[in-house]
């Protein structure tokens, strides 16, 4: 009787404290991590057979009479897997759907497995051939799963030596809107590999399966679009941009420094265009550049803000002093395509005041001392420097064309969406533009009587003679490109109102 005591004291203390962290890791992850969950089953069993050790001996005799112990751990292990399994068929945060699924084909087949296990010791011979018949499924599915994965494994690359030209990850699961966690996994070694490989692009691929709310690659997109919102962002409270360069001993180039304010006009150039900024923060980009880049009397906005220091680990710009070239002068291209960008995302009036400035600095020969025309950079006095050396020209007429007129094609046809600032129309209220579009010259006349600025206004109809479009649900007007085609050589005048 004493040493039952004993024994029971031994093993009844362990088993309470086993049975209790199980069940609570269990509870608590019963959507979650698959490793926690299966830590507290284990723990939960450990527990359960050291509590049946710890039982009397009589009570251990009556149990095991009652229910047989290998059945009873056919029967715990099937709940479990189904316990686990079944919350994560439809897919938690980063709940694996496909890792659900089996926990669910393994519950299944221990459920059956302790059914016929208990027909079989009943006499019944058909249940032992089905048992024999299970095994030999479950060996030859085993198989069949280590040779795919082993065929798998041979072939998969693991070396970091050879030269790639991009890294490639393809779908895996999406649970709603959010990556599962294979392909979770997958994103964050793709992180892990171009982390020293900066020049390396990423590229997604992946498509829309049953249950899933977007596509694979649209979910891979917008998971790395939020680590660089996460990892880069630079919050300054009203104001705030993005972090544009590493220098080469891996440190971060912008930010608040002791000696100052340190901001770059290239990284929000291509945050803004291609939509990592969110609405917010290109508003807050917009205040910073305007506080910190902005200097209208030499055409606008600096490449970047001076860093007081002779920073030569992060290449040429530091071989001139501020104000020239790389360091710090109004570079004419960034500049464009800094008010293409700003235009892209709907925030006119910001691109044209870049535009406007820049051209205005260009014009103003006293201080330029150049032929009309859009220079290379200005200077640290002003001065255009490098007239014919800039592509800057182009992106200027590009954005004017296509953003601030809003005229270009559309999947062959032509659509009319403008930006105009009412600043832009002349007395009378009209803005003109003259191009030729599928091999007919057109003119496009925007009329803007009320002189509305982009935002207070909106397209009313197209007129070209007796021909007339309304505007689309998204507010452009969409003219065939048949019709274009079948104008006369000379082409023709098309009106477009704004009220």
Known sequence: MEREKKRAILLGIPAAVCLLF????????????????????????????????????RMRRRFTAAV???????????????????????????ASRFAAFLLCCAGAAFAVWALLDRWSAGGRRWALWCKRIMLVLIALGLALFAGLEAWLISWARTDETTPVEAVVVFGAGVN????????????????????????????????????????????????LTGHLRRQEWIDGGEEGWFNSYYDN??????????????????GQVFAVMGGVADEEQVRRIVRSADHYLYRPEIGGYRLNTDFGELKFNLGRMFG???????????????????????????????????????????????????????????????????????????????????????????????????????????????AELTLTFAGRPLTIRYQNTAHKDYGAYVLKQAKCG????KPNAAGCIILPRTWVEHLPPEGDLITVDLV
């Not at 009873?72 to 919350?87: E, I, M, S």
């Not at 002068?329 to 400035?357: C, D, I, P, Q």
Request: with cysteine; charged share 20%; hydrophobic share 45%.
């Open 68 to 94: 047989r112990i290998r059945e009873l751990a056919y029967w715990v292990l099937a709940v479990t897997c189904l316990l686990r399994g079944v919350p994560n068929l439809r897919g938690g945060i980063t």
């Open 176 to 223: 709603g809107t959010e990556p599962s966690l294979s392909l979770l996994t997958r994103l964050e070694a793709a992180l892990d590999y171009v982390e020293d490989r900066p020049d390396i692009p990423i590229v997604v691929s992946g498509c829309q399966g049953p249950g899933e709310d977007i596509s694979e690659a649209r979910c891979m997109a917008d998971w």
């Open 466 to 469: 007796t021909q007339s479009w």
């Open 320 to 430: 001139f002093a501020y104000g020239e070239k790389e360091n710090g002068a109004v570079f004419s291209h960034m500049t464009v395509m800094y008010a293409n960008a700003l235009y892209r995302r709907g925030f006119a009036k910001e691109g044209w005041k870049a535009l406007k400035t820049l051209s205005d600095a260009a014009l103003h020969f006293e201080t330029s001392r150049i032929y009309p025309g859009i220079p290379e950079y200005f200077s640290a006095d002003g001065r255009g420097m490098y007239h014919y050396l800039t592509g800057a020209a182009s992106w200027f007429m590009l954005t004017m064309i296509t953003e601030a007129f809003g005229v270009r094609g559309q999947a062959g046809d032509l659509m009319l969406n403008p930006k105009l600032m009412g600043e832009q129309f002349d007395a009378s209220g009209i």
């Open 22 to 57: 199980g069940l609570l890791i269990v509870i608590n992850n019963v959507v979650g991590p698959l490793s926690f969950f299966v830590e507290g089953a284990f723990l939960c069993w450990v527990g359960a057979v050291l509590l049946f050790f710890a039982l009397p001996e």
């Open 249 to 266: 001993d891996g440190q971060r180039v912008e930010g608040f420094f002791p000696v100052g304010v340190r901001m770059m006009l290239t």
